[in-house]
């Protein structure tokens, strides 16, 4: 069954919500009505009919080499307290958006690679638990304009790239709310990163074993042929 929505009432419903969080989140210099699309996963549980209880999200960017009713399945695994379900972003864009944070902070495991360290997510896949966004006290209390604004200033944290900054600057502070999805449920293919100062740490981030169940062609990267 295909539900067709309103671009338009969408972005309507959502602008009083997001309105604040988008001068921290967005590219522009200013809030932009227009902007407030890109802030759609944040706030879908506010806007969806109840009986929607589960939502993927997903960009265009991307090539499906495995059945995408598998990645349904990944809902049984959000551990309790979890909300959403996002990949690692893989590429070391948050170690630059938090250099201020780590300067200050040498031990912090803030923008390091992972297993270990806190690289940020990567929004191209979004499992949205609708219901455990409703229910969730914690989450629901951070899309207050005051805790945003908590957040940014003791992360010293201004970004352009919408819900994705969002959720990896929750994610810094409250890791509980994410279920992380395994690198081949979203293999991103970006490497502008590695020639902009950060070859020596690249493939730290970049690296992701096991077979690719969905390819990400971020920042129009050509997507291989099978």
Known sequence: QVVVHDVNELTEKLFPIVEAMQKHFSAGSGTYYSDSIFFLSV??????????????????????????????????????????????????????TFWQYRRENPQTKVGEPPPDGLPGFNSGVLLLNLEAMRQSKLYNQLLEPTV???????????????????????????????????????????????????????????????????????????????
């Open 148 to 226: 945003v604004q908590k957040l940014t200033e003791k992360y010293h944290f201004k970004g352009h790239l919408g819900d994705q900054d969002f959720f990896t600057m929750v994610g810094m502070e409250y890791p509980e709310l994410f279920h992380v999805l395994d690198c081949t449920w979203n293999r991103q293919l970006c490497t502008w990163w590695k020639d902009r100062g950060y070859s020596d740490v690249f493939d730290q981030y970049f690296q992701c074993e096991g077979e690719v169940k969905i390819y990400h062609g971020n920042c129009n990267t050509p997507i291989p042929e099978d």
């Open 43 to 96: 706030a879908m549980h506010r806007i969806m009919p109840k009986e929607i209880t589960q939502i993927i999200q997903v960009d265009l960017d991307l090539k499906y080499k495995a059945n995408i009713r598998e990645l349904f399945d990944e809902f049984n695994n959000f551990p309790e307290g979890a909300v959403i379900g996002i990949a690692r972003e893989m590429q070391p864009v948050y170690r630059h």
